[in-house]
């Protein structure tokens, strides 16, 4: 059966969540994911633990937070005043604590628009945290590799 390389076209499920907490993506009993590694579509610590697993092998990694997505980083939560954030967000969009925001016109040197969680909210401004979800948390990373090409 065929390996997994570092620019393996694969299928897979996969479930990724802090341990015990709910899962930030799950596609088992769902449709199966299908992704390059090497094409940034995982992290590239998600991919390593991928590398050398044969087709059809089922696997948990349990990450420390420092492993995974980071630590939480206090200066990456910024406060906007809400009449800035009309130039990203619909005017009929009323942002709310827990809403995921994808910002267009901010985007990272890679090209990929900035993603942020709303941490507070009130009528003149919004906390808007550009951390990982999953940043200062262990994470749980649950994989079965259906197809490696």
Not at 24 to 31: A, E, L, R, S
Request: net charge negative; aromatic share 6%; hydrophobic share 45%.
């Amino acid at each position: 059966m065929p390996n997994v390389r570092p620019d393996s076209l694969l299928t897979l499920h996969y479930r990724l969540a802090a341990p015990g907490g709910p899962a930030w993506v799950d596609t088992f009993g769902h449709n199966p994911a299908t992704l390059t590694l090497g094409e940034q579509q995982l992290a590239p610590v998600l991919e390593q633990c991928l590398i050398g697993l044969e087709e059809g092998a089922q696997a948990r990694f349990e990450l420390a937070p420092d492993a995974a997505f980071g630590m939480h980083d206090p200066q990456r939560v910024q406060r906007v005043p809400r009449s800035m954030l009309q130039q990203f967000v619909p005017d009929d969009v009323r942002l709310k604590v827990g809403d995921a925001v994808q910002l267009a016109g901010l985007s990272s040197p890679s090209g990929a628009s900035a993603a942020a969680t709303v941490t507070a909210a009130d009528e003149q401004v919004v906390e808007l945290d550009f951390n990982h979800p999953l940043a200062g948390k262990p994470v749980v990373f649950d994989v079965h590799i259906l197809g490696v090409l």
